[in-house]
């Protein structure tokens, strides 16, 4: 099997498995879900990167995970400012 | 199969967002615009990322699989029976490269009867008590395209270099599933699973297997070159095998290396 799809499956995996974890617990906090996903998607991403190149899709993953930053972060400071605000 | 691992990475995508989308609706409907938390909305920002995921992946120009090998031999049974005619004979030599800008060659050795047709040895060069003709590879240009547009690295140590090996074949190139490599002594063995130019390897090898070893392909040629540019040492293709078409088409490519090569002389 090729890494590409063991990266795809992994990362569907630790998706399911939270979202079930999150409604099995009844934890309905979708902040929380995403940026706990956001968190599986980077590891993903770190161990499956190549060391000696870069494919053509590489970069692709590169925008995604600049797009997932920005929502990781801005969820990380939604979460702040709630806990500011008390 | 090239063309069918990205069709199926799109279409998976496709479906995947497609449900997103459907589960999106489907919590809009049954939350009733309040909080946005249930399950339904988790599970769609699940197949939302899983088919921007997979739409990454399944991005690129495809190329059939039997016309990539067919056009990845182009032209090397007619070079081979030339190189044959003009004498030559063995296996393919690759010498490393003679400085930081230099670039790997091949040596194609000539039987001894053949140099008085030459007159004095012009166009000959000398390399470890033989003669023959120097010339750049076959993957020659396909290197210097992997480093300038993929920025290759290749580096001198040798577990590095085999991964560095590994990737180009499993994900630049996408020619293979899983590609082994293992030492035995002086000798690399690399094989290819699922190899995806396995018709047009066979078609050629059923020609003339000695063609195969003496006037690499591609593939062939890009591994030897990478060893030798990486490890800077001479690499022989000593003998290329093919398993069974019956279960995964396989090949298995065996390099012979060695450190400490003489220098060419012309």
């Known amino acids: 099997m090729r890494k590409r799809s063991v990266a795809s499956i992994t990362l569907a995996v630790w998706m399911l498995t939270l979202s079930g974890l999150m409604s099995m617990c009844h934890i309905p906090d979708l902040r929380l879900f995403m940026a706990t996903l956001f968190v599986g998607f980077f590891i993903v991403v770190y161990t499956f ?7 053509g899709y590489i ?6 995970a600049a797009v997932c930053t ?9 979460r702040i400012l709630e806990l500011v605000r008390g | 199969m090239e063309m069918d691992e990205r069709e199926r990475y799109r279409i998976g995508a496709s479906l995947l967002m497609g449900f997103a989308f459907l589960l999106l609706i489907a919590g809009l409907l049954t939350d ?10 988790m599970l769609s920002t699940t197949c939302f990322i899983g088919g921007v995921f997979l739409f990454v992946f399944g991005g ?3 190329i059939d699989a039997r016309l990539a090998s067919r056009l990845s031999l182009q032209g090397i049974p007619a070079l081979g029976r030339i190189i044959r005619n003009l004498g030559g004979y063995g296996v393919a030599i690759f010498l490393p490269p003679d400085g930081p800008d230099g670039k790997v060659m091949q040596f194609i050795p000539t039987q001894p009867a053949c140099r008085p047709f030459f007159g004095d040895g012009g166009g000959f060069a000398y390399h470890d008590g ?7 590879p076959l993957a020659g240009p396909v290197l210097e395209d992997l480093k300038r547009d993929n920025e290759l690295v290749l580096p001198s140590d040798y577990g590095l270099l085999m991964g560095a090996i590994r990737e180009v074949c499993e994900d630049l190139l996408s020619i293979a599933d899983r590609v082994d490599i293992r030492r035995d002594g002086d000798t690399v063995i690399v094989h290819l699973h699922n190899y995806l ?7 050629l090898r059923k020609e003339s297997p000695e063609v195969c070893i003496l006037c690499p392909c591609s593939i062939c040629s890009l591994i030897a070159c990478m060893i030798a540019e990486g490890l800077k040492c001479e690499v022989n293709l000593n003998c290329v095998t093919q ?11 065996r390099y012979t290396l060695k450190m400490g090569t003489d220098e060419l002389q012309s």
């Open chain 2, 197 to 203: 130019l396995y018709s047009g390897c066979a078609a």
């Open chain 2, 32 to 41: 009733q615009w309040r909080y946005m938390q249930t399950p339904l909305f």
């Open chain 2, 60 to 62: 690129g120009e495809s």
């Open chain 2, 130 to 136: 033989s003669t023959g003709t120097v010339a750049h």
């Open chain 1, 70 to 78: 920005v929502l990781f972060g801005l969820v990380i400071v939604l």
């Open chain 1, 59 to 64: 970069r692709n993953i590169h925008r995604m």
């Open chain 2, 243 to 253: 398993d069974d078409p019956g279960r995964s088409p396989g090949m298995v490519i």
């Open chain 1, 49 to 55: 990167h190549p060391m000696f190149s870069k494919p």
